[in-house]
Each structure stands twice: as structure tokens, then as C-alpha cells.
């Protein structure tokens, strides 16, 4: 939800695809990139953005594990038995789409026998939450221009993790959104948002 909410918010790119809505047992996980967006660049080449996220303690390991679940649905050379051709299948006929650009560019990605099947471009959306140490504990209060420099001045540590993590996968070359949230806790975090939605975990 998180993902969605920034991915539309700040990229201003529609997710075509929430795989949610697919579920049919709230207690097993969904296998698979948390949800497919897309957009129309100036070329009229279709951006398909793989969305994957990951709130962990350790930013290191958010990274890690993040990028490499996006990985597979980006690199690998098109064929039936890939990673994406799932998401694909179900974009044929799930999509959500409600953009006549979006519309219009689907339509020839999915006429194989048009020589305009091939403009599309494989990207991805990649978010990681984790601890930050800089937030002050539950107890006392902290101004936000503090807690601001203190953001500020771990961004090239992310920016450096980041970078070699997507050097490792092999996507240096992809147009890969990334979004870094602090967060005072990973674990208290998603027990809240639990408790707002009343899921008992």
C-alpha cells in the first residue's frame, strides 16, 4: 500500500495491476512483484514498472533482498517461462487502465503480430523502509529540522548501498524509481498499521 501511495503520489505513474485483488486466501503470501505499473514516454514507448517492496530493521538486508526479487522480472530474455509473462497473462485481462495514451500503447504491445509490440521497456519501483537510528525514543520529542540533517546526512550512505546492490544485479542499465523510508521501527510500524486495519497478527 505504501508502494502504491508513492508510486501514483510523487511518480504520477497509475499501478495497471494490484495482484491483491487476486488473492483468494488471506493467509498465504502472494508470489510475485507487489503490483505492475506503467506509464507512456514521450516516444510512445510503454514503461511497464515491476513494483517491489521491503521493511526491514537492517537497510543493507531491504536492499538486498529487494532488488533481487526485482531483478528476475526485468532481466531476463523474454520467453514463456518467465518470471514477468505471469504478470504479463494477467495484465491482458485485469489491467486497470483508465488513460486512452495507456489504452492505446497496450493494445500494441499485446498485437503480436504488429511490429509495435516490441516499444515497450521493462523498468522497475523499488522501495525499502527500515530503522533509522536518529529518531528519538518514544518518550522524548525531537524537532524535525533535526531529525531532517540527520536524514540528510545518511543519504549517500543509502545512495552508496543502493548503487552496489543494483551493480550486483546487473540493472545499472534499467530505469529503476527507488524510494528510501526511515522509519523509527520496522517491526512497531507494520504492528500498527496491523491494528488500524484490525488484522490480529
Known amino acids: 500500500m505504501l508502494l502504491y501511495l508513492l508510486a501514483e503520489r510523487f511518480l504520477k505513474i497509475p499501478q ?3 495482484k491483491m485483488d487476486l488473492k483468494t486466501d488471506s493467509r498465504v503470501h502472494y508470489h510475485g512483484a507487489d503490483g505492475v505499473y506503467a506509464s507512456v514516454n514521450d516516444d510512445g514507448i510503454l514503461k511497464l514498472f515491476w513494483g517491489e517492496s521491503k521493511m526491514y530493521a537492517d537497510p543493507t538486508a531491504a536492499v ?3 532488488l533481487s526479487s526485482l531483478a528476475p522480472f526485468l532481466i531476463e530474455i523474454d520467453h514463456e517461462g518467465a518470471n514477468r509473462e505471469r504478470d504479463l497473462v ?3 485481462d485485469k489491467a486497470d487502465l483508465n488513460d486512452p495514451n495507456l489504452t492505446s500503447a497496450f493494445k500494441k504491445y499485446f498485437n503480436k503480430s ?3 509490440s516490441n516499444r515497450v521497456e521493462y523498468c522497475g519501483i523499488a522501495l525499502i523502509a ?8 518514544n518518550s522524548v520529542k525531537a524537532v524535525a529540522d533535526q531529525v531532517l540533517k540527520a536524514a540528510k546526512n545518511e543519504i549517500e550512505k543509502w545512495t552508496k548501498s543502493v548503487a552496489k546492490r543494483l551493480c550486483a544485479e546487473k540493472l545499472q542499465s534499467f530505469d529503476v524509481q527507488f524510494f528510501c523510508v526511515p522509519i523509527p521501527s520496522a517491526e512497531g510500524f507494520r504492528d500498527t498499521f496491523f491494528e488500524k486495519l484490525g488484522i490480529n497478527t
Open 16 to 18: 495497471v495491476l494490484c
Open 64 to 66: 538486498r533482498d529487494c
Open 90 to 92: 494477467l495484465l491482458s
Open 114 to 116: 504488429s511490429t509495435l
Open 130 to 137: 527500515f530503522d533509522a537510528s536518529f529518531y528519538p525514543p
